[in-house]
């Protein structure tokens, strides 16, 4: 099926005009002192015309935990800065309880970095969540890949200790594809969490 640029997107976001839309999708999560966990996830991406992508995800459990068994004494739970299964299944619905959500933009910056290959174009990510993060990633974008690795992440007084991440996006066949890799609580950067998400057709 043929690719059409959305009507309005600014031509220095045309690198990155395959992510524009809505997504929805499965995945899984885990991590030391997190059990794996098969998830939902909501994505949308849209634009306003300017030089930038704006972006939100909704991540849900499939099944809320029956007890605190994927607590850890340490509270390892919230190793990306989300709410823990526990907190959140007070709030359960249909749909499963969050467990983690997101804002943020994606850009294009206008000079590229020496020795970046012509086929390729620099990517910044700016994310925050609601427990208390905002992180910066930057990376390279091109054929239908994205890589970044996380540039600078800040956190409150109360947010979890996240120190690096590295995350990985693909359109493979018409579905966005992604990883994430994670350093937190003193463990070295993993896999954290990965899905596979089929474009929504309004």
């Known amino acids: 099926m043929a690719f059409t640029l959305p009507e309005g997107l600014a031509p220095e976001m045309y ?7 809505r997504w929805h999708g499965e995945g899984v999560v885990g991590y030391p002192g997190i059990e794996e966990t098969a998830f939902t996830q909501d994505v949308v991406v849209d ?24 607590l850890t004494d340490d509270g390892d739970v919230a190793a990306a800065g989300e709410e823990s299964p526990g907190a959140a299944a007070a709030a359960t619905d249909e749909d499963g309880p969050v467990w983690s ?17 012509s086929d390729l174009h620099p990517v910044e990510l700016l994310i925050a969540d609601p427990s208390g993060h905002v992180a910066v990633y930057v990376g390279a974008t091109g054929n239908g890949r994205i890589d970044l690795v996380s540039d600078l992440i800040a ?26 890799d994670l350093a937190a609580f003193g463990h070295e950067l993993q896999s954290y969490g990965s899905a596979r998400l089929s474009r929504v057709l309004d």
């Open 15 to 21: 690198p990155l005009a395959w992510l524009v839309g």
């Open 155 to 180: 956190r409150t007084a109360t947010g979890a200790e996240v120190t690096a991440g590295k995350r990985l996006y693909g359109l493979v066949q018409g579905e966005l594809m992604w990883a994430h």
């Open 101 to 117: 959500t997101e804002q943020g933009y994606w850009r294009i910056p206008p000079e590229r970095p020496e020795g970046m290959g």
């Open 47 to 70: 634009h306003d015309g300017g030089p930038y992508l704006s972006y939100t995800s909704t991540i849900r459990l499939v099944v809320a935990p029956d007890d605190a068994s994927a």
